[in-house]
């Protein structure tokens, strides 16, 4: 047969963060920087929640939406933490990750050839779900001379009458950026303005360090408008469990229900028993990780700078988004010179759009030993092409 894979997946590019975690696997005494996952195991409390669970024989489908008990955790956790308030049964259903919530939410919303606004550098799976969903991501490059924040002029000059929704992730993978208060009101009058809905993607919103964390819909006139989309892989260090949420005004939950129902059945029991146990009794364990990320932070990105590899302070998340234009050096370059001359594995900005040409992506959450290693490494590297 000729044609056997669907044109719009053979344009699909692989991963950029995954080639080079495949490359650094391969290496012996590789310090990576590469994957945006926790260093720490998840708490036990959720491990034996989650043992419970099987020993206790709840190895059964749960409904689509999953367990109304953790559902009902979610409505409490969001509501206590960011002051926004979902129903259980009807606004919020349990997903596998994150990443499946935005998928879903994509796919319910988006017609042929509507445009979803993408704010660049951005996580490398959006572009690809809206195109497989058969929309257009119309990327729209950050401020890098302000810590990569929103430039509202590209903004509004982006928006068109196929325009349906924006993205927004933040704090943001790659840059760490934390946008403020007035800033999101401000894309909040433009969202009304055009009348537009908005994927809010805040699975990074624990990890808010400097400046408390604002959901989206908790801005006047907004909840309506805004699917949230989050999970406990970051917040949690549940990474593997696979285990998101998304909440949302409750028709447009309705229409992703029917699209998870037939793709995916409902999220893995067991995890989901360890999620309820992590939302009523994680908060300290969160403290402890974000503390240790802040410190982190402020270690790695005081150090980048001294070295030559300039950046901005990092809001949130646990990422650094440091300038290697004084080498030279492309991003992908700059990432596979490195990885091979110094065995330290970054990611290519290029990969998160084009608007991060001349950066890498730095994960931080690494022991404080690893990094003040990658730091002499690279140090010496940025010496040998400044």
């Not at 945006?36 to 024989?57: K, Q, V, Y």
């Not at 509004?156 to 790659?174: D, G, H, Q, V």
């Not at 065995?343 to 994960?363: H, L, Q």
Request: net charge neutral; charged share 20%.
């Amino acid at each position: 047969m000729k044609n056997r894979i669907a044109s719009h997946v053979q344009q699909l590019q692989p991963s950029g963060i995954r080639r080079f975690f495949d490359l650094a696997a391969n290496m012996e005494g590789v310090i990576s920087l590469g994957v945006g996952e926790p260093d720490f195991i998840t708490s036990w409390n959720i491990r034996e929640a989650c043992i419970a669970s099987l020993h206790n024989g709840h190895t059964s489908y749960t409904a689509n939406a999953g367990l109304i008990e953790l559902r009902t955790e979610i409505s409490k956790y969001l509501m206590h933490q960011f002051n926004v308030d979902y129903r259980p049964t009807s606004d919020i259903i349990v997903t596998v990750g994150a990443s499946q919530a935005l998928d879903l939410a994509i796919r319910a919303i988006v017609d042929p050839d509507d445009e979803v606004i993408v704010i660049e550098p951005s996580f490398v799976s959006y572009a690809p779900l809206i195109e497989l969903a058969g929309g257009k991501a119309v990327k729209v490059g950050a401020n890098p001379d302000k810590g990569f924040s929103i430039n509202f002029e590209k903004l509004t000059a982006s928006i068109t009458s196929r325009t349906k929704a924006i993205l927004l992730c933040f704090p943001n993978n790659p840059t760490g950026t934390m946008l403020t208060k007035e800033e999101l009101i401000q894309i909040s009058r433009i969202v009304e303005m055009h009348d537009l809905l908005v994927l809010s993607d805040e699975i990074y919103a624990e990890l808010s360090f400097d400046d408390a964390f604002t959901s989206f819909a908790t801005l006047p006139g907004m909840k309506d408008r805004t699917i949230l989309i989050s999970g406990f892989s970051k917040g949690f260090a549940m990474t593997g469990w696979r285990l998101g949420f998304v909440a949302g005004p409750s028709d447009i939950v309705e229409a992703m229900l029917k699209i998870h129902q037939y793709a995916m059945m409902c999220a893995s029991t067991m995890a989901q028993y360890g999620a309820i146990e992590a939302l009523k009794n994680g908060r300290k364990d969160i403290e402890e990780m974000k503390k240790s990320y802040k410190r982190r932070r402020n270690y790695f990105v005081a150090s980048l700078n001294e070295i030559g590899m300039p950046c901005h302070q990092p809001g949130g998340a646990f990422y650094a988004f440091p300038s290697i234009k004084q080498t030279g050096l492309s991003s992908q370059e700059f990432a596979e010179k490195l990885l091979i001359e110094e065995k330290v594995a970054v990611v290519p900005g290029d990969v998160f759009g084009k608007s991060g040409e001349g950066y890498v992506r730095c994960s931080y959450a690494s022991s404080l030993e690893q990094l003040q290693e990658a730091v002499k490494r690279m140090e010496r590297f940025v010496k040998n092409y400044r």
